[in-house]
């Protein structure tokens, strides 16, 4: 039998605050549907949101790629945008470059992506200063 | 494994006409329109009653029961929803309405009020010793209770375990009633005034309760009628206008009526099914963590806004705020007691809260991930307008029908035309060749 593998893409635009968390919300409902189980539903819901608002804070448009096998959920989250300088910086729980602005609005708290990497069983960041973000994180279905 | 759902409403399919309210309606697409008339979806219902506030043919009809039904027991106690006292004007005090109540023939009342109390203190209590995941989830509104163990799976450990005002109104004065009377408790029935079906289904399915404390609830629009007359009749001097109910009990009404016995920054309180699905979603993405409490209310305003009430909302909120100026301030329960009481006896559930998540596409991911491309490429073809002709209440959802076997493309009258154009094409296109092959022979 061909290998199945389900696949979705969600664009996401920079600075648009008010469709904020709706790719987030699309790709949960799906793996729902999909009969994921409930508690690698929620590691995603909860990396994939976290990444969603990285490009909505950050970036100037970004897409995200969600793959799922009866194996694994795979996200691609890939952005246009500034870049991280220092990764391994970024990394760093409580470390952020939010302005004060997106604290206002309850993030900033520095702990986006360490929760995304919590959440995941691989995680791949890589960047481009001025070009762009690429980050790739695999949650596997079965322990 | 078929799972085995009570619910608290019924179509009667002989008044409904299949105008498609309920299917615009309702909230968690669990209705469709079959063959005319609507059915609901089972696993997809959670009670919430928007089908019986649209229905313009009175076609649904809640499971609550009638006063006729309560002769069953020996005895019988009223537990009113603080929402009762808002169906009255605001000068007919608790204690009218608990007198006229035992005039409709119930032995005796239970207020609420310092059940409300308890569950305020335990919830306290519960939240002090507490180490799980933030936010918590209130569960004293079973429609909230069915739509995180439906749609929201993973936060069903995120519900609040403090039993619900209700049902510690209904152990206690159980309790005390055996006493008084030396019947057993099994021949009291103790019968909640209720604003909506919804605590109908709690009483029969007693999620997170071995059993409910609860036997039976008549909904406040069935009883009104007779109520007011009984209300009308009340004569003799009440000497306990109050009733027992505070202002702190009845504010559990609506929505942020509830007095904060927690710091203002750390809670939310929500109200409205679309609303509290936005919230739900934020939860479940991890965002709401900061806050320690939600309280959560099925009904626009909260209870006041219950789908079996006869008052607006709005006015019953009025009414309600108007209330707990003349009533005592509470609590009407003494602290130590409660805390001595949790310990002791507890107010917490006794059994696990369980999931009930909708049925996936399939049970097996690789046939489920087949069923979705599927679903997908079908509704790429729909017109997406969301019409409901087919008789589901989306083009996606109805896309997800076919796949499921529920329906079929046929259904779908924009498919059904191109069909059809397609079919006058062919047929034009024949005439056309036939008129030039005869033209060909002359």
């Given at each position: 039998m061909?290998?199945q593998?389900?696949e979705?893409?969600?664009?996401?635009?920079g600075r648009?605050f008010t469709?904020a968390?709706?790719?987030?919300?699309?790709?949960?409902?799906t793996?729902?549907?999909?009969g994921?189980?409930?508690?690698?539903?929620?590691?995603?819901?909860?990396?994939?949101?976290?990444?969603?608002?990285?490009?909505?804070?950050?970036?100037?448009?970004?897409?995200?790629?969600?793959?799922?096998?009866p194996q694994?959920?795979?996200?691609?989250?890939?952005?246009?945008?500034?870049?991280i300088e220092n990764?391994e910086?970024?990394?760093q729980?409580?470390?952020?470059t939010?302005?004060?602005?997106?604290?206002?609005m309850g993030?900033?708290a520095g702990?986006?992506?360490?929760?995304?990497r919590r959440?995941a069983?691989e995680?791949?960041?890589?960047?481009?200063?001025?070009r762009g973000t690429r980050?790739?994180i695999?949650?596997?279905?079965?322990? | 494994m078929?799972?085995?759902?009570h619910?608290s409403?019924?179509?009667?399919?002989?008044?409904?006409?299949?105008?498609m309210?309920?299917l615009?309606a309702c909230?968690?697409?669990?209705?469709r329109?079959?063959k005319g008339?609507a059915?609901?979806?089972?696993?997809?219902?959670?009670d919430c009653?928007?089908?019986?506030r649209?229905?313009?043919?009175?076609?649904?009809?809640?499971?609550?029961?009638?006063?006729?039904?309560?002769?069953?027991?020996?005895c019988?106690?009223a537990?009113?929803?603080?929402?009762?006292?808002?169906?009255?004007d605001?000068e007919?005090?608790?204690?009218?309405?608990?007198?006229?109540?035992?005039?409709c023939?119930?032995s005796?009342?239970?207020?609420?009020s310092?059940?409300?109390?308890?569950?305020?203190?335990?919830?306290e209590?519960f939240l002090n010793?507490?180490?799980?995941?933030?936010?918590?989830i209130?569960?004293?509104?079973?429609?909230?209770?069915r739509?995180?163990?439906?749609k929201y799976?993973?936060?069903?450990?995120?519900l609040?375990?403090?039993l619900a005002?209700?049902e510690i109104?209904?152990?206690d004065?159980?309790?005390?009633k055996?006493?008084?009377t030396?019947?057993?408790?099994?021949?009291?029935?103790?019968v909640?005034?209720?604003?909506c079906?919804?605590k109908m289904?709690?009483?029969?399915?007693?999620?997170g309760?071995?059993?409910?404390?609860?036997?039976?609830?008549?909904?406040i629009?069935?009883?009104?009628?007779t109520?007011?007359?009984a209300?009308?009749?009340v004569?003799e001097?009440?000497?306990?206008l109050?009733a027992g109910?505070?202002?702190?009990?009845?504010?559990?009404a609506?929505?942020?009526?509830?007095?904060s016995?927690l710091p203002?920054?750390?809670t939310?309180?929500v109200?409205?099914?679309?609303?509290?699905?936005?919230?739900l979603?934020?939860?479940?993405k991890?965002?709401l963590?900061?806050?320690?409490?939600?309280?959560?209310?099925?009904?626009?305003e909260?209870?006041?806004?219950?789908?079996?009430t006869?008052?607006?909302?709005y006015?019953?909120?009025?009414?309600?705020?108007?209330?707990?100026?003349?009533?005592?301030?509470?609590p009407a329960?003494?602290?130590?007691?409660i805390?001595?009481?949790?310990?002791?006896e507890?107010?917490?559930m006794?059994e696990?809260l369980?999931?009930?998540?909708?049925?996936?596409?399939?049970?097996?991911?690789s046939?489920a991930?087949?069923?979705m491309?599927?679903?997908?490429?079908?509704?790429?073809?729909?017109?997406?307008?969301?019409?409901g002709a087919?008789?589901?209440?989306?083009?996606?959802?109805?896309?997800e029908?076919i796949?499921?076997?529920g329906?079929?493309?046929?259904?779908c009258?924009f498919?059904?035309?191109?069909?059809?154009?397609?079919?006058?094409?062919?047929?034009?296109?024949?005439?056309q060749v036939?008129?030039?092959?005869?033209g060909?022979?002359q």
């Open positions: 061909a290998a593998l389900f979705s893409v969600y664009d996401v635009t648009d469709n968390g709706r790719a987030s919300t699309a790709i949960k409902d793996l729902k549907r999909l994921v189980p409930p508690a690698v539903v929620r590691r995603v819901a909860i990396a994939s949101y976290e990444a969603e608002m990285n490009v909505v804070m950050y970036a100037t448009r970004g897409r995200i790629l969600l793959q799922v096998s694994d959920v795979t996200l691609e989250v890939a952005d246009e945008g500034p870049g990764i910086l970024a990394m729980e409580g470390y952020s939010a302005t004060q602005e997106m604290r206002e993030f900033g702990m986006g992506l360490p929760n995304i959440n069983d995680f791949d960041l890589t960047s481009e200063v001025r980050l790739f695999r949650v596997k279905q079965a322990a | 078929a799972a085995q759902y619910h409403l019924r179509i009667d399919a002989d008044r409904c006409d299949g105008c309210s309920c615009r909230p968690t697409a669990a209705v329109v079959r008339r059915i609901t979806l089972e696993d997809r219902c959670i009653g928007e089908c019986i649209v229905c313009p043919r009175i076609a649904v009809l809640p499971l609550t029961d009638q006063l006729a039904d309560l002769s069953k027991f020996d019988t106690i537990v009113p929803s603080p929402t009762l006292y808002a169906q009255f605001a007919t005090l608790p204690g009218v309405i608990t007198a006229a109540l035992k005039k023939g119930f005796d009342v239970e207020c609420v310092s059940a409300c109390d308890v569950a305020k203190i335990a919830t209590m010793d507490y180490r799980g995941e933030y936010p918590l209130s569960s004293f509104c079973p429609t909230v209770v739509l995180v163990q439906v799976p993973e936060l069903v450990g995120q609040m375990p403090v005002p209700r109104a209904a152990r004065a159980k309790a005390r055996s006493v008084e030396g019947l057993p408790p099994e021949r009291i029935g103790a909640y005034i209720a604003p079906p919804s289904v709690a009483i029969l399915e007693h999620p309760m071995r059993r409910s404390y609860l036997d039976t609830a008549v909904s629009s069935d009883l009104f009628q109520l007011a007359a209300v009308a009749h004569s001097p009440v000497d306990n109050d109910e505070t202002a702190s009990g009845v504010g559990w609506f929505l942020g009526g509830l007095p016995f203002a920054e750390n939310l309180a109200a409205g099914l679309p609303n509290l699905i936005r919230i979603d934020d939860v479940e991890g965002r963590r900061k806050y320690a409490y939600i309280e959560c209310h099925a009904c626009a909260g209870c006041v806004g219950g789908p079996l006869v008052e607006d909302p006015v019953a909120r009025a009414k309600t705020i108007k209330l707990m100026q003349k009533l005592p301030a509470g329960v003494d602290r130590r007691v805390e001595r009481r949790y310990r002791d507890g107010f917490l006794d696990p369980a999931s009930r998540p909708l049925q996936p596409l399939d049970e097996d991911i046939r991930i087949t069923k491309k599927e679903r997908d490429r079908i509704f790429a073809g729909l017109p997406r307008i969301d019409c087919c008789g589901a209440p989306t083009c996606r959802a109805f896309a029908d796949v499921l076997g329906a079929e493309e046929g259904n009258v498919f059904y035309q191109r069909e059809l154009d397609n079919r006058i094409e062919d047929l034009a296109r024949l005439v036939h008129k030039s092959n005869e060909g022979v």
